[in-house]
Nanobody, 121 residues
Framework: QVQLVESGGGLVQPRGSLRLSCAASGSIFSINAMGWYRQAPGKQRELVAVIGSGGNTNYADSVNGRFTISRDNAKKTVYLQMNSLKAEDTAVYYC???????????????WGQGTQVTVSS
């Protein structure tokens, strides 16, 4: 089995910062892309940032220049550093990883449980 566990969400004031983490565990052979998505109330889930196995990154226009995605392959962990937070960043944030499992070598997308980020004064 594969499990993704997120941490780091919470309440922060506008212009503040938060760092999200997401660690994978289980029967993992390799991890390809890692990403962060978010879903605000009444809205569809949207891509925030993604990082490939080679370290290449891509960001949503709304967060470009404020958020930074990074990964630690040894720890099977992806991070999202969020700076200059705005009220419109309020959402549940989900991590996602494309993981190839041991034994079967099947590759699938796995999701974290979600962590709430609230930006409010």
């Amino acid at each position: 089995q594969v499990q993704l566990v997120e941490s780091g969400g919470g309440l922060v004031q506008p212009r503040g910062s938060l760092r999200l983490s997401c660690a994978a565990s289980g029967s993992i052979f390799s991890i390809n892309a890692m990403g962060w998505y978010r879903q605000a109330p009444g809205k569809q889930r949207e891509l925030v940032a993604v990082i490939g196995s080679g370290g290449n990154t891509n960001y949503a226009d709304s967060v470009n220049g404020r958020f930074t995605i990074s990964r630690d392959n040894a720890k099977k962990t992806v991070y999202l550093q969020m700076n200059s937070l705005k009220a419109e960043d309020t959402a549940v944030y989900y991590c996602q990883m494309r993981i190839r499992r041991r034994i079967s070598y099947a590759e699938n997308d796995y999701w974290g449980q979600g962590t709430q980020v609230t930006v409010s004064s």
